[in-house]
Antibody, heavy 117, light 110 residues
Framework: QVQLLESGGGLVKPGGSLRLSCAASRFAFTDYYMSWIRQAPGKGLEWISYISSSGSTMYYADSVKGRFTISRDNAKNSLYLQMNSLRVEDTAVYYC??????????WGQGTTVTVSS | QSALTQPPSASGSPGQSVAISCTGTSSDVGGYSYVSWYQQHPGKAPKLLIYEVIKRPSGVPDRFSGSKSGNTASLTVSGLQADDEADYYCSSYADTNSLLFGGGTRLTVL
């Protein structure tokens, strides 16, 4: 069964940093573009970033550009999100997803990031 | 990077059909065939229902269908079942190399 498993969430103060990880198993990770999606409490889905299958191309939402960095290690079947200068409004569940023709067809269970003083 | 527009709620009785709209612009929904639809039950991760406007991943019942006309895409759920009660989100690729989501529609099965 295809699995994406996120980790690295937690409680952090405004201005702080966190690094999220996503481990893929039973999944053709190296063939997929990958993306991070987040969902603030009681709110809708928000696209954060995606990265090409080779890792050479990345795109970001305006809300995180310059603060977040997406990366991947195809040898480890892993996706990462480095989050710096965190704000209260970054509080959300963060999902790792596989991208298939810009449809997100594989999702992790999510990891919760809380930014609060 | 403005969000796509969905109605906040929709409803229907078991067995009926309901359509949920998703309105964007010529820079996203109207300009590309990369519209997707997701179902999300409370506390769960979203599930892909439709991609590339009309295609269904394997395992998704054909009660779920997608369409597009101009800048508006639609998801139709036919033969409503109790388990269809959930939040539904549309998304579209946009010409800013971004992915836009709609605000979500809560579907209630009466």
């Amino acid at each position: 069964q295809v699995q994406l498993l996120e980790s690295g969430g937690g409680l952090v103060k405004p201005g702080g940093s966190l690094r999220l990880s996503c481990a893929a198993s039973r999944f053709a990770f190296t063939d997929y573009y990958m993306s991070w999606i987040r969902q603030a409490p009681g709110k809708g889905l928000e696209w954060i970033s995606y990265i090409s299958s080779s890792g050479s191309t990345m795109y970001y939402a305006d809300s995180v550009k310059g603060r977040f960095t997406i990366s991947r290690d195809n040898a480890k079947n892993s996706l990462y999100l480095q989050m710096n200068s965190l704000r209260v409004e970054d509080t959300a569940v963060y999902y790792c997803t596989g991208v298939h023709y810009f449809g997100l067809d594989v999702w992790g269970q999510g990891t919760t990031v809380t930014v609060s003083s | 990077q403005s969000a796509l527009t969905q109605p906040p709620s929709a409803s229907g009785s078991p067995g009926q059909s309901v359509a949920i709209s998703c309105t964007g612009t010529s820079s996203d929904v109207g300009g590309y065939s990369y519209v997707s639809w997701y179902q999300q039950h409370p506390g769960k991760a979203p599930k892909l229902l439709i991609y590339e406007v009309i295609k269904r991943p394997s395992g998704v019942p054909d009660r779920f269908s997608g369409s597009k006309s101009g800048n508006t895409a639609s998801l139709t759920v036919s033969g409503l079942q109790a388990d269809d009660e959930a939040d539904y989100y549309c998304s579209s690729y946009a010409d800013t190399n971004s992915l836009l989501f709609g605000g979500g529609t809560r579907l209630t099965v009466l």
